[in-house]
């Protein structure tokens, strides 16, 4: 069964970067560099994310001897989600989490 | 005595494996790669395109630093990422006779006395018993092992147990007909591993499924060799003449850890390894079969000069053969390896028989 839990500050900072340009395609890396997220937290707030279809995911052509990359994006679910946020009103609260396992 | 050339012969197959295939794909990718590859192994079939997504970022970090860190989380979340499916119970199955192995152990200790030298053993015994709940658990999630490797470790299991005539007191001091040595350290291993490779379509499904089969069976067989001895003590058919009740019990849980947790899931993964190879040689049956991620479609061009769509990233290089592709060092090694361990068995059955 699908719980749909309050976002955490985690979760929030994340839909909050994919959300500053919606129409770009970002990266993991990029993401977890942005907000400052190891991977071990991104990934499966990515995956929470896709699985309650507020991202979209897309793969990126492999250049040269490297593999294609995935890409991401919010859904227009996940744009509605993020404009009823609370915290986007205070986005600056939510733009350095704080690096929990709990949050994992 | 055998568990030297048993052992010896593994090493052999896995340095001469290893070193051959460094020559056929040329210098291994760093460690964070690998165990990454490893990792997302594990995943479920719905979760292996994020798999891959961790992969093909990985790809593009720089940085010995860097690719370390990222890699570590992703491997933290490929080894928890639910679900878990029908793993989740064989896991817990093999946890509670793991522990109720223990538990045995540890009623054998307080009721016939064994002090605490018994707890050395007892400590050894659960080393070996935790291990192989985290061995279990990680090959049970990798997809399409569980089903395959635990029928295995049923029949490995109890052809253990049909070798001793389904008695307790054979059970504790192994009397074997003679024909059960071959039986038990050649043949059954080698039809799991066989049957495994069919099963699964390569050989690593078939060396997967003799390594799951021998961890399952071996922890199953411990706990009826502790049972037996917990039931029998130190009566049943004397073994050792002139001993005390308490040294006869701790002998006979020491040969229970030597028999049933190393020496059965070693030549059962050993020879069911062999045979896997073997036979996938023979069935001309890819060495790995895994799943290529990630699909041809959808493809987003980041780069507007970027046209063309890239082969597929594969996970695992499917290994261009089996045995032909060694080199012929390796082959004469091995054969002189399984030559030893003929001898040694065909030696060990001439002295009971």
Known sequence: MQRNRPPSAQTISVLLALAADPAQWRYGYDLATQVQLKSGSLYPILVRLADRGLLETAWEQGQGSRPPRHLYRLTSAGREFVAALPAVRHPQTAA????????? | MLLIPMMLLGIAVALFRRSSQAVVYGPRPDVPLQLLRWATGLLSEQRAEWGQAMLGELAHIEGRARRWSFAIGCIGTALLLPPWG?????????????????????????????????????????????????????????????????????????????????????????????????????????????????????????????RLAGISAGVGVYLYGTLAVAVFGAGGLPDDSGFSATYTINDRLGNNLTFYLALLPLVTATFGWSAATLTARIKHLPDHADATYPPAAPYVSMTPSSAALSMPYDVEPA?????????????????????VVILALGFATGLRG
């Open chain 1, 96 to 104: 350095r989490p704080h690096n929990r396992l709990s949050e994992a």
């Open chain 2, 86 to 210: 029908r793993t989740a119970g064989a896991v817990v199955a093999i946890i509670a006779v793991a522990v109720g192995s223990l538990g045995l152990y540890a009623s054998v200790i307080i009721r016939y006395r064994l002090g605490a030298s018994s707890l050395i053993g007892a400590s050894i015994a659960a080393t070996f018993l935790l291990s192989f709940v985290v061995a279990a658990g990680v090959a049970l999630r990798r997809r399409g092992a569980a089903v395959p490797g635990l029928l295995g470790g049923l029949v490995v299991a109890l052809a253990w147990v049909a070798a001793s005539g389904f008695t307790f007191s054979n059970m504790i001091l192994r009397v074997w007909p003679a024909w059960a040595l071959p039986l038990l350290f050649i043949v059954v291993p080698a039809a799991v591993g066989g049957l495994g490779t069919l099963w699964g379509g390569s050989a690593a499904a078939g060396r997967r499924t003799a």
């Open chain 2, 319 to 339: 290994i261009v053969s089996g045995v032909a592709a060694w080199p012929r060092s390796a082959r004469v090694v091995l054969v002189s390896a399984a030559v």
